[in-house]
């Protein structure tokens, strides 16, 4: 099946810094999304994005499909960021989603 | 229109019960996705139903089952339950295919003891 890594594992930020979290994947996929996963578990839809760019407030993200990575950019954060944020893939050929292993991110005021 | 829901929340069962879980979708949507959540494993992918019929599954034992109703409802069924199938299991739901945009519930979490 696809591997999907996330980097980094863990992320620190002090309230109101940027950050970016990267998604590379193996295979060439139809569907791309980010979510982030709330501290009850609760699964949030970020963005459909298998290709191209897409802005939602302070976040926003990046596929570019051809190389075969994502980035997830977090501006002014705020401690309502903190969780975790998993992007998920859906092969060309596949027939599932494959998610991958996420970013703790924590952050402080 | 209301989100995917999940019943129950919280489940607390011994080794070698059996559990029923169940998803509502959102209305209109047709694809129901279920997925194990487990620290150790990640998100992993149970099986899709679409129709009625299951279109995909994913690499579990023949232990856990599910099925989908013509309401789109689904129910998932892990049976001889051990102690490895504590998690948070998230169902989710998409219009047509898997592949599109996928939207999750809330999640049961079950503890086997």
């Known amino acids: 099946g696809i591997q999907v890594e996330q980097s980094p594992p863990d992320l620190i930020l002090q309230e109101g810094a940027n950050s970016t979290l990267r998604c590379n994947f193996s295979d060439s996929v139809n569907n791309l999304q980010w979510f982030h996963q709330n501290p009850w578990g609760q699964l949030i839809n970020l963005f459909y994005?298998?290709?191209g760019t897409k802005q939602n407030g302070r976040l926003s993200a990046t596929t570019v499909a051809t190389e075969r990575y994502s980035l997830l950019y977090i501006s002014s954060s705020q401690t309502t960021d903190s969780g975790v944020y998993f992007c998920a893939c859906f092969l060309n050929t596949g027939n599932q989603f494959y998610f991958g292993t996420g970013t703790s991110l924590t952050v402080i005021p | 229109k209301a989100g995917v829901t999940q019943t129950p929340r919280y489940l607390i069962k011994t080794r070698g019960q059996q559990v029923t879980l169940s998803c509502s979708p959102i209305?209109?949507?047709?694809?129901v996705s279920w997925y194990q959540q487990t620290p150790g494993q990640g998100l992993q992918f149970l099986f899709e139903y679409f129709s009625e019929t299951q279109r995909n599954k994913g690499n579990f034992p023949g232990r856990f089952s599910g099925r989908q109703f013509s309401n789109s409802r689904s129910e998932m069924n892990v049976s001889t339950l051990e102690l490895g199938d504590s998690a948070l299991y998230l169902c989710a739901s998409s219009l047509l295919t898997g592949e599109e945009t996928q939207y999750f519930g809330p999640g049961t979490r079950l503890l086997v003891l």
């Open positions: 994005i298998p290709s």
């Open positions: 209305s209109g949507h047709r694809s």
